[in-house]
């Protein structure tokens, strides 16, 4: 994948994923009649809504915001341990397959930002991606 594709890749896949999440964070933070009949349905208590939405916002800042490449690896996991979780909420009380698998694709999205992400977005000392190396294939630098 030449240069090009790849940032076009990254901030397509960066952007939809930081707008799924901050909107999911302010959503949650509006404590809005869907968001708490859901909480409830999955069992969980109102107010970890609030604490949802707080970090899905300061995460999806973070993977926007230029610079601090580990405050975006974190960023990164938190994302993923979010919409696993959801997932297996959704699954746990027997949710619609849509519902489970919504978070999942979204977990897909993150991963597609994770491994497009510029040399300036990755923490010093990461593994360098060689010219041409695929996505999936190990990209050792020599």
């Known amino acids: 994948m030449n240069d090009k594709a790849r940032t076009i890749g990254y901030w397509i896949s960066t952007g939809l994923l930081g707008f799924g999440v901050a909107s999911g964070g302010v959503a ?5 009649p869907q968001v708490l009949e859901g909480m409830a349905h999955l069992g969980y ?35 993923v341990f979010d919409l696993t979780g959801a997932a297996a909420s959704h699954a746990a ?16 999205v993150a991963a597609a ?21 695929r996505v999936g294939e190990p990209a050792l630098a020599t």
């Open 93 to 108: 009380v027997g949710d619609a397959a849509g519902q489970v698998m919504t978070p999942l694709v979204l977990v897909a």
């Open 28 to 32: 949650d933070l509006a404590g809005s």
């Open 45 to 79: 208590p109102a107010y970890l809504a609030t604490i949802l939405g707080v970090w899905k916002v300061l995460g999806a800042v973070a993977l926007l915001a230029p610079r601090f490449p580990r405050l975006k690896e974190w960023a990164y996991a938190g994302i």
């Open 113 to 133: 930002s994770w491994a497009l992400r510029p040399e300036g977005r990755r923490l010093a000392g990461a593994p360098k991606r060689e010219a041409g190396a």
